[in-house]
């Protein structure tokens, strides 16, 4: 099982990045995913997550209106498009995903260690 996280960077304040996640190794199709992120000395967090069902979607609040999430299970790929950053979304940001039910909660409550599959990585760094 893997899941590759790609696409950050250092962007300007008001800028633009695409993150992708591609998966392999597991059916996407049955997972949900998402995800999160932890900036230095933080707890990580959830960022956002999209249901492998119904196209259900959680957003932390920091982030919504900003950032979009989809999938192309097809392409085993997930992604998580950012507008208008903010220095305060200077972080690292992981994929993960999650076969049962609970997904939702652990993207939007404090129980990321729930979430089945991790990848590595990507920093985002949001600065002038």
């Known amino acids: 099982v893997q899941l590759q996280a790609s696409g950050g960077g250092l962007v300007q304040p008001g800028g633009s990045l695409r993150l992708s996640c591609l998966t392999s190794g597991f059916i996407l199709d049955d997972y949900a995913i998402g995800w999160f992120r932890q900036a230095p000395g933080k707890e990580r967090e959830g960022v956002s997550c999209?249901?492998?069902?119904?196209?259900?979607?959680y957003y932390a609040d920091s982030v919504k209106g900003r950032f979009t999430i989809s999938r192309d299970n097809a392409k085993n790929t997930a992604y998580l498009q950012m507008n208008s950053l903010k220095p305060e979304d200077t972080a690292v940001y992981y994929c993960?995903?999650?076969?049962?039910?609970?997904?939702?909660?652990?993207?939007?409550?404090?129980?990321?260690?729930?979430?089945?599959?991790w990848g590595k990585g990507t920093q985002v760094t949001v600065s002038s």
């Open positions: 993960a995903a999650e076969r049962g039910r609970r997904w939702y909660d652990f993207c939007s409550g404090s129980g990321w260690g729930g979430m089945d599959y």
């Open positions: 999209i249901g492998n069902s119904d196209g259900r979607a």
